[in-house]
């Protein structure tokens, strides 16, 4: 089955830092594009970010709400994407999904469940 | 930065025709994807590259893309396509959601 699989949410303070991890299953990891897509409770969803594959370069992309606070990186070798994100702010409340970019039809083909995060004192 | 804009809700007759617009500048110069998220559950891609649909999605499902206005139509309308639906383009390499549409079937 074809399927990817967040962990890591939870609760942390203001100014505080999370990492999320999302592992894939049923495609070939390596050759895929992820991205990070956010969505606060009762809003719309908002993108947080992409890592392109090893041909091409891992290259990296960020929303404008948290340019310079999170970090995506990935580990071909265990099929798995992080998000790593510093210097929380209440406003990063949200569920946290990782999807495939399907690159033949330049769209989301594949989500995970979604994780929870909530910054709060 | 670019912006897609959307109905709040639309809301429809069930087996009547029900026609959601996702507004933005030259938006038919892009390609244009749509999602369908119903409570608690995850996105799921309904359109992509305007008007194709994946494996498994209803062929009353149908989409367009043309000036400044990409449309997600879906004919033939059942209770159970009663979700949020968003519209997603790309601007250069960078990602852009509309902020959704409630479709009440009613």
């Known amino acids: 089955e074809v399927q990817l699989v967040e962990s890591g949410g939870g609760l942390v303070q203001p100014g505080g830092s999370l990492k999320l991890s999302c592992t894939p299953s049923?495609?070939?990891?390596?050759?895929?594009?992820m991205h990070w897509v956010r969505q606060a409770s009762g809003k719309g969803l908002e993108w947080v970010g992409r890592i392109r594959s090893k041909a091409n370069n891992y290259a990296t992309a960020y929303g404008a709400s948290v340019k310079g606070r999170f970090t995506i990186s990935r580990d071909d070798s265990k099929n798995t994407a992080y998000l790593q994100m510093n210097s929380l702010k209440t406003e990063d409340t949200a569920v946290y999904y990782c999807?495939?970019?399907?690159?033949?039809?330049?769209?989301?083909?594949?989500w995970g469940q979604g994780t929870m995060v909530t910054v709060s004192s | 930065s670019y912006e897609l804009t959307q109905p709040p809700s639309v809301s429809v007759s069930p087996g009547q025709t029900a026609s959601i617009t996702c507004s933005g500048d030259?938006?038919?110069?892009?390609?244009a994807c749509w999602y369908q998220q119903k409570p608690g559950q995850s996105p799921v891609l309904v359109i992509y590259q305007d008007s194709k649909r994946p494996s498994g999605i209803p062929e009353r499902f149908s989409g367009s893309n043309s000036g400044n206005t990409a449309t997600l139509t879906i004919s033939a309308t059942q209770s159970t396509d009663e979700a949020d639906y968003y519209c997603q383009a790309w601007d250069t390499s960078t990602v852009v959601f509309g902020g959704g549409t409630k479709l009440t079937v009613l």
């Open positions: 049923g495609f070939t990891f390596s050759d895929s594009a």
């Open positions: 999807t495939r970019l399907w690159a033949n039809w330049n769209a989301f083909d594949i």
């Open positions: 030259k938006l038919g110069d892009k390609y």
